[in-house]
């Protein structure tokens, strides 16, 4: 008689990410930080205004509001 598929429990699988990550928590986070915190810092420091309304918003506000974070997240992904 075939043995039943084994069930997919997403609390086990939660387990199974989460071990592995704070296991070296504490390197990753110094590996990752200034592809994210960094960025944001010199983003308000030497990019451009931030806009007041929605329509003041331009291409080169949306470049390096939304475009380099995401850019440098991303490389911080592939660090970790």
């Avoid at 084994?6 to 070296?24: C, F, H, K, N, Q």
Wanted: net charge neutral.
């Amino acid at each position: 008689m075939p043995q039943p598929a084994p069930r997919l429990a997403v609390s086990a699988i939660w387990d199974g990410m989460t071990s592995l990550l704070t296991a070296d928590l504490s390197r990753m986070f110094f590996v990752a930080a200034p592809f994210t915190l960094l960025v944001a810092v010199a983003v308000q420091l030497f990019g451009p205004p931030a806009p007041i309304t929605v329509t003041e918003i331009t291409p080169s506000q949306m470049l390096w509001r939304l475009a380099l974070p995401s850019l440098a997240a991303a490389l911080a992904q592939l660090a970790i």
